[in-house]
C-alpha cells in the first residue's frame, strides 16, 4: 500500500485502502501499523488535521483493531 508522507513529529506516513477500509500509519521510528475499519471520512480528516499525532491519539489508537507490519 503507498503511504503518502506527512508533516509530523510523530509520523512519517499514512496509507489508506478505500475497498478494504485499511488504515496504515508509518511512524518516524520506522515501526508500521495497520488498522481495519477505518472510514475514508476518518482517514481525510487524519491527512488533514494540523496535528496528526494528536488525531491519531485520539481517533485512532484505541478505537480500531490493529495490527504491526513486519
Known amino acids: 500500500m503507498f503511504r503518502e508522507p506527512v508533516d509530523s ?8 485502502d478505500d475497498d478494504a477500509e485499511v488504515l496504515e500509519v508509518e511512524f518516524v521510528s520506522g515501526a508500521v501499523y ?13 491527512l488533514q488535521a494540523p496535528s496528526k499525532g494528536a ?3 485520539r481517533h485512532i489508537r484505541d478505537a480500531y483493531a490493529w495490527e504491526q507490519v513486519k
Open 9 to 16: 513529529e510523530s509520523i512519517a506516513a499514512i496509507g489508506y
Open 34 to 46: 495497520r488498522y481495519r475499519g477505518v472510514s475514508q471520512d476518518v482517514h481525510e480528516d487524519f
Open 55 to 57: 488525531y491519531f491519539n
